[in-house]
Structures are given as C-alpha cells and as structure tokens.
C-alpha cells in the first residue's frame, strides 16, 4: 500500500495543469472564479478546446475517442479540470448518454452520436424525472406507443436541466402498459425539434432558469432512436444514474471554492482583523477541509477499487461520495455567505453583456444565488436519503 | 497511488486477525482485565512470538523493519477486539523514541529487549497543567556533574504501573512553554524517588500519576539532544495519533457490525427493527463516518512517515479530529440502536464505545487539533 502518487501520475498532474492554464480562455476562468455561469457559447468553445487535445472524453473507450488512462489519471484530470475553474463538461452528454449508447447502442447509433457529443454538436438533456416519479422513477409515465417504424410518445418531463439549448432528449418512456414497474420502460433518443414538444422554463428560487418542464404530445420519434433493447430501458438508466455518482463528489470544485474563500477571508475585516484570522470562521473553514480531504482519501479508494470492477457496474460506496460531496459544496455556500456579509444582500441579474458595475465587490453577488442554488445538490441524481436506501441495501444488507 | 496491500502485509493482517479472533472473544478480554497488570503477560509473549512486537523496528535490532501501514493493520485488528496489552504504550511510544532519538548503544540495548517482549516501555509526559500542549512541559531535570536530577509530576501515564522503565521529559533550559530546552530521560522504573500510583481507566486499561523527587539518572540516560528533544517526542505523538486513529477505526468497523447485526436480529412490533427506515439511515450514516475516519486514518498512516515536520503534524491532526469526530457519532448511535443493552457492562458495543471516547483525549482532542489546522492555515494547498 502506497497512498503517494507516483512520479509519473504527478508529471501527469503537472502537464495537465499546464494545459488548463494556457487553454481555459480567461474570460470564461474569471467568469467561474466569480461563481457565475458558462453560457452556452463558451461550453462549446471550452469542449471544442479540449476535443482538439483529445481530453473531452478521456474515460470513453480509445476508438470513440477516449484515452487508455488509469482510474488515477482520470481522477487526476478531473480534479485538476475542477481547480482550473475551468466549467465541467455537459454532463448529459459526456457521463450520461454517451456511455448508455457506446455500451448499449448500435453501431450507427455510435457512429452517428458519439463524435457530435464529444464535440458538443449536439447538446443533450435528460428526460427521467417527471411530475409523479421523482425518487421513484419507475413509477414513470410517458408512453411510447409503436406506429409502424415509429413510436409515439406521450407525457411531461421535468426539472430537465438546460432543456432550452437543447438539440437532443434522452427518454424513458413505457413501452409495455401491461408490464410491472421497471419492466416495460424503454430508453430513447429524441430530437428536440420534432413537432410536438414544448419546452417550459422554471425559474428556481436563485431567480435562474436552469430547469424546465418538457412536454411531449404525440411525438414521432423513428424506431431507430431506440437504444439497445424495447423494455429494458431500466437497466440502461440504472447503468447511467450509477455512473453519475462517480463524479459527483466534485472534490476539485470544493477545493477551488475553498481556497478562494480563504482569499477572500482575508480581504474583508472586522475591525482591523481579517475574517480568516479569527478563530471561530478559521476553525469553521478548517472543520470543512478536513471533511474534504477524508472525502478526496474515500474517492481515491473508490477510484482504486474501481480498476478491479467489472466494467458499468457501480460501486455502491460511491454513494457516500454522493452524500458527503453535496454536503460539503453546500456547506462551502454557507461559508461563501459568511465571508460577504452585508453586500450578500444586493440581488444582481446574471445576464449576458452586462456591464454595470455591480453594487459592492464583484464577487459577492453570486454568494447568495449560489448558496440557494446548490441545495439542488442533495436532491439531484438520486437524493441523498435515496444514497442512503442504496446503502443500507447494497453494503449494509438491510 | 496504491491501495492494495503487499504480499506480506496481507500476511500479517491476516495473523494478527486469526490471533485475535482465536484468543481475544470478549469473555476472555474480561479475564485479561482482571490479571494484576490490566492485561495478559501469555498474549504478550504470542505478540512477540508472532513478531508484532517487532515491526517498526531495523532489522539489525531484532526488528522487521515495518511502516506506519504495518502498524495500522495490527491496531485496526486490537481496535476490533479491545486488545488491552501495552503496545501503543511499549512498541509505539516508547520504542518509538529509543528507536527515533536513541543513541546506538540506546538502541542495541533496548530495541531487541522490546521485540522479545521482555521489557515494557511507558512514556510519561503530560502534566496537570499541559493539557494537549506537548510543549508545556515544567518537570526539572537540573545538571549535576555528569548526571542529570529529575523532579515533578506526570499525569496519566498509559500503562505506567507496569513499564520496567519510563522515558521521562524533563526541562534543562528555559520556561515552562518554551519549545526549546526539553530533553528526554531514561528512568528505570525502580530508580530510587520514582513513586508511582496506578489506577485503571475508563477504558478498562491502567494508567499511572508519576512523582519523580531528586531521581538521578547517568548521562547515558539522555535520549537525544538534553535541550531540545520536543520534535523527537511531537514525531513519536504523531506516529502515535495515527496508530490510535486505525485502532479506532477497528472499534468503530467493530461497533457498525454489531448494530447491523442486533438490528437484523432484534424484533418489535412483530419485525425486525432493522425493516426501519429511519434506523437504516442511520446505520448508512454510521457507515459513513467510519468510511471518513477510514479514510483519515489512511491519510495519517501515509502522512507519519512523511519527513516534513509541519506538513505530517497537520495532516495527523486533521486525521486525529476526524476519528474524534466520527468516533463520537458512531459510538453513541451504536448505543442508541441497541437501546438498554448498549449501556451495560456485560455487553461489547459500551466498551467499544468507552475505547472510542478515551482515544479522543489522548494526544489531544478534536477541538484541540482543529485549532492546529486551523492556525496552520488549513488542508488545501493553494
């Protein structure tokens, strides 16, 4: 057992922080660093940047345009993307579908998606949750009925994020009405510009739309859009919801933010002493940092058991990296918040081209919207006590 | 970066399991308790036959040479079982410092005593009015021709009852909580103005309050440099806070067991309680803070050997908070899940417990550590 890296994986660490910090254009690294968001034009930029390098995809496999690195490597990358503040990569793409359709799908399937997802020429969303089936996904309930070489497809998707720049779905739908539960249920690739889906945004209480409510009435959607086999959809979104968790712990994230706390608690005072140099938030930040380092020790091991796994097949521990990761973003909000004090309080419209100087220091109005905001994260991809079910289940054998 | 363990680490864990688990079920670690000393001379000799007495040690003192992963696998094991016998005092401790600050001759004459089991090492140095700080240090040890005097107290000695000798830090220079002019002494334990009180303690193992009155001990006694012997002994601490952490680590993995399992067993309402969701989750949260403190424990293995003194005391002392942490929650929802059973003597999970909340103030409690993290500006590197 060695816990260090080895010094190939650090010469790896350095010519891939080389690369970050050269090739993230810095409008988009001080976009970031401010906690605002990349808008659509500049995540198609950043991910043509890295296709080029031949980095969008490093974990698919080599011939769709993947790498041959190590779990560590990936971790490497992935934590070294995240302390660039460079944006992560449309996960609907990259983590979600592109795996389900590489694993799942045809060969023209292949052929046809996966170089547009790598390039970002396509952008997808996610069509799982819908009003009635949140946790319980597999109580779903849009149809997909057979009408020669198409299916027909019938029900409301919802808190479908970045729907609205959306070229792609991918769906679950209910292929067999007989079936029980999570059998019947089909997993399908639609256009977003077919007739008959209507694209609704909802504002969340940050005052950002990011989500939307997609509507689907009798949408044509071509057989061929069928990933892998009619009714075995669930195995599919079972696959890629459980690859959804190995990156959620977003250790890089919580690293980058913590460490620009630190230097922003050392800017503002009270009386003549920094922030950072009082006990109470030091120890408060320090409480947080060790949390995350025991949490970057659990993903490197879950990372390093990983390699012994049976490819597509979650690991259940990676749900306390879903747990513990969500907790430890919200609580890096609650200290962002801390740190601004009175000018938390201004409420700033993010929007494109703005060039107002903002009231009090650029860096506060995004403290509070994000702090609101990121709640999401122990709710989405699978709510924390869903993780919990899982373990309880899966390691603890309840 | 690998986590699998060697050919002969495997072998190892694999030995000291079969030893606990052949000889130390929890009816006979209350036998072992109630020995003369708090703990079992037979189970110490099959120590030291096994070789565990010897792993940190250079082979050239009777040793194996081992590291901090080593002597993680043998106290994650102790940890499980509530092992009593003195060796985080004798092995880590005190040969820690003989082996870290000792002279040759120190060495030759005591290393290969300690891996044959024959002498029992105890490391007294806390005060009443040290607390955590490993600098506050008022004992006096006064030159005197060639020899040195030693006088003061020393609280809480682990396992000082029964050491054959005691390394005791003493002031040569300075004042009470300079770090300089602390030097480290050699005493045998029946050295004339030694007195010493043994009592037991709240984990079922025996310390000892140490009053050492005009001691004279020989120049040849002196373990290290006389004047500055605080970072031998905040090097040795480290080495053992992450000793304790993995020994925690056992009794924590020990505790979750024994509640999954009771809830799987127990019935009321006519079902299993573990058919709960509520008591579900909160054995999940269980699991997570053991797989943290896990995790922390691992770092501070790896980080104990690490040569930079700043960089391995913040890495212990952040490994040191989370076990006192995840301690605390796993140990009271242990006993809160097993309901009354969890709080009588007769029952495992409150010892475990006992262990868990006792390790926390040893070298310094979670509050005490954090500010240490804290005051070193943090964990994340910039």
């Known amino acids: 057992m060695d816990l260090r890296f080895t010094d190939e994986e650090l010469a790896f660490r350095a010519e891939v922080r080389e690369f970050f910090r050269t090739a993230l254009p810095a409008s988009i690294r001080e976009k970031m660093i401010l906690g605002h968001h990349a ?89 799982f949750s819908e009003p009635g089936s949140g946790s319980d996904l597999a109580s779903l309930k849009t149809t997909a009925r057979r009408d020669g070489d198409h299916y027909i497809v019938n029900g409301q998707k919802t808190w479908t994020t970045l729907a609205q720049h959306a070229d792609w779905i991918f769906c679950l739908a209910r292929t067999d009405m007989a079936a029980k539960k999570q059998e019947g249920i089909s997993f399908l690739l639609i256009d977003m510009k077919s007739p008959g889906i209507t694209v609704r945004p909802i504002q969340t209480i940050d005052g950002g739309h990011e989500v939307n409510e997609v509507f689907l009435d009798d949408v044509r959607v071509p057989v061929e859009n069928l990933v892998g086999q009619e009714n075995k959809g669930w195995d599919y979104a079972k696959f890629l919801l459980g690859n959804e968790r190995i990156g959620i712990a977003r250790v890089g994230i919580s690293k980058a933010r913590l460490n620009r706390i630190r230097e922003l608690a050392s800017l503002e005072r009270i009386g003549d002493v920094p922030l950072i140099e009082t006990p109470r938030f030091r120890e408060k930040l320090a409480a947080v940092e060790i949390e995350l380092k025991a949490l970057e020790m659990t993903q490197l091991r879950v990372v390093a058991a990983e390699s012994r796994r049976e490819r597509g097949k979650p690991d259940p521990a990676s749900s306390i990296l879903k747990i513990k990761g969500s907790e430890i973003q919200q609580a890096t909000t609650e200290l962002l918040l801390d740190v601004v004090g009175p000018y938390a309080m201004p409420y700033v419209p993010e929007e494109e081209g703005r060039n107002e100087p903002t009231d009090g220091p650029d860096w506060a109005s995004a403290a509070a919207p994000t702090y609101f905001n990121w709640r999401k994260m122990s709710i989405y991809g699978g709510s924390n006590e869903i993780q919990k079910n899982i373990i309880a289940k899966a390691i603890l054998g309840f | 970066m690998d986590f699998d363990l060697s050919e002969e680490q495997r072998l190892l864990k694999d030995s000291v399991e079969r030893l606990v688990a052949d000889r130390y079920d929890f009816e006979s670690r209350k036998r072992y308790g109630q020995e003369p000393e708090g703990f079992s001379r037979d189970l110490w000799a099959a120590y030291a036959e096994l070789g565990l007495l010897a792993i940190p040690f250079a082979e050239e003192h009777g040793g194996f040479g081992g590291g901090p992963v080593e002597t993680m696998i043998v106290m994650e094991a102790f940890g499980r079982s509530l092992v009593l016998e003195p060796y985080l005092a004798t092995v880590i401790l005190g040969g820690g410092l003989v082996r870290r600050g000792g002279s040759e001759a120190q060495k030759a004459e005591h290393l290969p005593a300690i891996a044959g089991g024959e002498r029992l090492f105890a490391f007294a140095h806390t005060e009443r009015q040290s607390r955590f700080d490993l600098h506050d240090v008022s004992t006096a040890a006064r030159r005197d021709g060639e020899s040195y005097v030693l006088d003061g107290h020393k609280s809480v000695v682990l396992h000082g009852d029964s050491a054959d000798h005691i390394l005791v830090s003493a002031r040569t220079a300075g004042a009470r909580r300079d770090r300089g002019g602390i030097g480290l002494f050699m005493v045998d334990a029946k050295a004339p103005g030694l007195q010493r009180r043994g009592y037991p303690t709240q984990d079922g193992r025996r310390a000892a309050e140490i009053t050492l009155e005009n001691v004279r001990v020989g120049a ?11 970072p031998l002994i905040e090097r040795v601490t480290d080495e053992a806070m992450a000793a304790l952490s993995a020994e925690a680590v056992g009794a924590m993995d020990e505790m979750l067991k024994l509640t999954v399992d009771y809830l799987k067993t127990r019935k009321q309402f006519g079902t299993t309680i573990g058919s709960f969701q509520v008591l579900q989750h909160r054995s999940t949260e269980m699991f997570i803070e053991l797989e943290q403190a896990r995790s922390m424990a691992m770092f501070a293995a790896m980080m104990a050997a690490d040569e930079n003194p700043a960089e391995r005391a913040k890495a212990v002392a952040a490994a040191k908070v989370q076990i006192g942490r995840s301690g605390r929650f796993v140990g009271q929802q242990a006993i809160q899940l097993h309901g009354g059973v969890g709080v009588t003597m007769e029952y495992k999970v409150g010892h475990l417990f006992k262990r868990v909340t006792m390790i926390d103030t040893l070298f310094g409690d979670a509050d005490h550590h954090l500010a240490r993290v804290a005051e070193a500006g943090g964990l994340v590197a910039a």
Not at chain 1, 58 to 82: A, M, N, S
Request: glycine share 8%; net charge negative; proline share 7%.
């Open chain 2, 220 to 230: 040849e006694s002196v373990i290290g440099d006389p004047e500055n012997a605080l």
């Open chain 1, 39 to 127: 808008s659509k034009e500049d995540l198609v930029a950043w991910t043509r940047i890295l296709n080029q390098r031949g980095w969008a995809v490093p974990h698919w496999p080599k011939e769709w345009g993947g790498t041959d690195w190590t779990p560590v490597q990936q971790y490497i990358f992935r934590d070294e993307l995240q302390l660039a503040h460079a944006p992560e990569l449309l996960a609907f793409g990259v983590n979600m579908v592109g795996p389900v359709i590489y694993t799942f799908g045809n060969d023209e399937q292949k052929r046809h998606f996966l170089p547009r997802i790598a390039n970002l020429d396509d952008w997808w969303c996610q069509g």
